[in-house]
């Protein structure tokens, strides 16, 4: 350090200069940083996930109430959207956006009554339902939705064949449910 009489100063020098200090100023900046770069980087990743059951659930007969599909396993899952064992029947915003929400199952053979597939939204609202007779086994609906961070979706099944019936695994794949934000 310069003293005004242009010498180099022998009390404190760099030591003392908080520009050098590697003391937790510059850990304390560095770890912001760290952490502004892990935001970036989220960021500009989509939000996308992709769920899916690995074996039978059995779906209950004539309730007329709406039966979530519990998924056990995820394809992927880039911002932690889904939780394969605590709420495992939902996929949670990480992010407010507008959501391509869809899902698929195949039903066990059974011809009689029909079969529902549909979307619930927060538990409540159930958008883009399909129904179809008891002989179709497979069956998919999608739709796109604006959520706020937080909200969550749900594949929810529904069937009245007079007994019990499961949506299960098959060559088709296993019922699986996926998102990802388009807007």
């Known amino acids: 350090r310069m003293s ?32 502004q770069w892990a935001e970036l980087v ?4 989509t939000p996308a996930c992709r769920a899916y059951r690995a074996s039978a659930q059995t779906i209950p007969s004539g309730t007329g109430s ?5 998924f056990d396993n995820e394809s992927y899952d880039t911002h932690g959207q889904h939780d394969n064992v605590t709420n495992n029947t939902r996929l949670t915003a990480a992010v407010k956006g507008i959501y391509h929400i869809g899902c ?18 927060n538990g409540s609202v159930v958008v883009s339902p399909l129904q179809h007779p008891g002989a179709a086994q497979s069956m998919m609906t999608c739709v796109d939705y604006a959520l706020a961070a ?29 998102w990802h934000k388009v807007g």
């Open 104 to 121: 698929a199952v195949e039903w066990a053979f059974n011809a009689t009554g029909y079969r529902w597939v549909a979307i619930r939204l």
């Open 150 to 178: 937080g909200q969550y979706a749900e594949c929810v099944v529904m069937q009245n064949s007079g007994g019990d019936l499961a949506v299960q695994t098959s060559v088709a794949g296993p019922p699986r449910f996926w």
């Open 42 to 45: 989220e960021a500009q990743v």
């Open 4 to 35: 005004t009489s242009g010498r180099m100063s022998t009390s404190g020098g760099m030591m003392n200069d908080p520009r050098y200090a590697l003391g937790p100023t510059i850990l304390e900046r560095i770890a912001r940083l760290e952490r």
């Open 66 to 70: 709406w039966t979530a599909i519990q």
